[in-house]
Structure formats: C-alpha cells, structure tokens
C-alpha cells in the first residue's frame, strides 16, 4: 500500500539555522498536507499542496511540492524557538480520501 | 468556532473496566475520525465517520467500538483494553471525507490501560 517516507526522524538546530524536512511517497500523491504537533500537543493543519511543483510560503516557512508529485518538503528559515514540535507530512490513500502520516520530523531549536 | 473537543484529558482504566471517550465539534463537519498516536509515533487512522455513518473501520479490535450519535458528536468506547492500548487518542473532523479537506484535531484523551 501507499507509504509515506519522511526524512531526518530528529533534527536539532541553534536558533537562527535553517531547517528543512523531506517526504517522500511511493506512489503519486493527489494532494499531500503538512501538520505541526508541538510537545504535548495535537497535530494542527498548517497547508495543502495540491497542483505540480507548487511552491507556498507562510511567512519562514516555505512547502514545495515536486513535479511528479512524490515528494515534498518543508523548509523553514531563521528558525526560533517556537518552532519546535514535530512536522508531519500526510498523503491521502485512495479516492476517499484516508490520511497517512509519516513518521514526523521533529525539531528542538537551540536559543 | 474551529475547535474540537475531547474529554476526559486523562483516563486512567483497568483492563476490565468499560469507559467512554468523547468528542464534539461545533464546524458542522461531516466527517470525524479516530486516530491512536504512541509516543514518537504518527497518529494511526482507527475510524472514519461520515454524515454519522462508519465508513472505515481499520482493522481495528473489537474491544474498541465507536458510536456517532449525531453530526456534532462521536464517541469511543472501550472494553477489555490491553497495556498496549495506553495511548493518546485523538479525534478530528473535517468538512467532508475525501480529498483535499484539512482535518482539525481535538487535543486528545491520554489513556492508560493498568
């Protein structure tokens, strides 16, 4: 079945680095979300790339989708504090639309 | 209002113990769902409710059996649980099944099966 791939598992940064977190699909993606769980928190919408290579930003962060649409990433700049938590890419499965998740790329900022 | 709500927070059961996990949303979404999420795990898709009606349930144990009373409201009951059912259980909804609607999480009921 469909598997959602996300690389690096840990990623510890000082703050003011960059970041960037990579997913990977095995099969083409309709559509893939991004969500953020901060520590102890619940996962929160944060975008959807929909069309090929469609690049979108939000302030620091910027989500790209690639041309085949088996991948994405997630790169945020200057990187503070409060964007620790875990970033999760989610791909749906099949037609009616079942959420899968990778595995998450969790970040600690370092002041 | 975007929020969804879970109670308990917490949930402390025996293993022959039978308690009940709550959700609700005011978004007038017709799709909800039950998630597991283990620690440093992704959430696990567990089942899917749409217009009030199960449209998937992911092999999931009969020891847990969801319940949606109405289009606001979706339950969760537990029966018999095993340690390794101890776990955050979140529940979300969105606008409607498919492709291409967010999904808003509750902020979950940590359980621990003894």
């Known amino acids: 079945g469909q598997q959602v791939m996300q690389i690096p598992q840990y990623q510890h940064v000082q703050e003011g680095e960059d970041f960037t977190t990579y997913c990977n699909s095995s099969t083409t993606l309709s559509n893939i979300q991004w969500y953020k769980q901060r520590p102890g928190g619940h996962p929160v919408f944060l975008i959807q790339?929909?069309?090929?290579?469609e690049v979108k930003k939000q302030k620091r962060l910027t989500f790209q989708f690639g041309e085949a649409k088996k991948n994405s990433s997630l790169h945020i700049t200057a990187t503070q504090t409060t964007d620790v938590g875990t970033y999760f890419c989610a791909g749906y499965r099949g037609s009616q639309g079942n959420l899968i998740f990778g595995k998450g790329t969790k970040l600690s900022v370092k002041p | 209002d975007t929020e969804v709500t879970q109670t308990p927070k917490h949930l402390v059961m025996g293993m022959t113990n039978k308690k009940s996990l709550k959700c609700e949303q005011h978004?007038?979404?017709?799709?909800m769902y039950w998630y597991k999420q283990k620690a440093k795990k992704p959430p696990e898709l567990m089942f899917v409710y749409s217009y009030e009606k199960l449209s998937i349930n992911e092999s999931v144990p009969s020891r847990f059996s969801p319940e949606c009373p109405n289009s606001s409201l979706l339950n969760l009951h537990l029966h018999a649980l095993q340690p390794e059912d101890s776990a955050l259980y979140l529940c979300?909804?969105?606008?409607?099944?498919?492709?291409?609607?967010?999904?808003?999480f509750g902020p979950g009921t940590r359980l621990t099966v003894t």
């Open positions: 790339l929909v069309k090929s290579g």
């Open positions: 979300a909804s969105s606008q409607d099944r498919g492709l291409g609607y967010e999904q808003y």
């Open positions: 978004m007038g979404h017709r799709a």
